[in-house]
């Protein structure tokens, strides 16, 4: 399948678009600059792609795995994210197959993001890139930054109640 065709599955079709994805887990996929501004990506593998420049501007994110990819400068404002992991997973948390141990343990390049008033309660950034990343007014309640590196990060008006930062 070429890149326009995997697009097209991801967004019409996420159970076969994972079906292939677990099938091609070494595959690198470049999305850089795509629209997925409000697709229904919910429970997504998007596990070693690059998606830099990407908008999935109030987008579903719920339960996505998007561990060991790039989202360089991608917009996630208003986005769904509740129990997202952008983070790197610990394999005893994670429900994917075993050919992603590799990728389930590197978090997600976010720096640049965008992720205003985004839903992200409950999501996973350890072991993530958030440098210059914009969180303002986002829900981060619940979330997990261990071991991210945030430099310059804003967090302006965001909720972060019992969010855990190291």
């Keep these: 399948m070429n890149i326009q065709e995997l697009y097209h ?3 019409t079709d996420v159970p076969a678009f ?16 795509m629209d997925f501004k409000e697709a229904e990506l919910c429970d997504a593998l998007l596990v070693n792609l690059n998606c830099r ?3 999935f501007e109030r987008a579903n994110l719920e339960y996505t795995c998007l561990c060991s990819s790039d989202f360089t ?3 996630f404002s208003h986005v769904v994210g509740t129990g ?5 997973i610990e394999v005893v ?25 985004a839903d992200l309660a409950f999501s996973n950034f350890r072991n993530t890139s958030l440098n210059e990343t914009i969180f303002h007014a986002a829900d981060l309640e619940h979330a997990h930054f261990a071991s991210s590196s945030h430099k310059n990060a804003f967090f302006d008006d965001a909720a972060t109640e019992h ?3 190291s």
Aim: glycine content about 8%.
């Design 9 to 11: 599955l991801l967004c």
């Design 18 to 33: 994972n079906e292939w994805r677990i099938k091609h887990p070494d595959v690198y996929l470049d999305f850089s600059g």
């Design 53 to 55: 420049g990407a908008d």
């Design 73 to 75: 400068g991608a917009n």
């Design 84 to 88: 997202t992991h952008f983070g790197a």
């Design 93 to 117: 948390e994670a429900h994917l197959p075993p050919q992603f141990t590799h990728y389930l343990k590197k978090g997600a390049i976010l720096d640049q993001a965008n992720f205003s008033y």
């Design 163 to 165: 969010t855990f930062f």
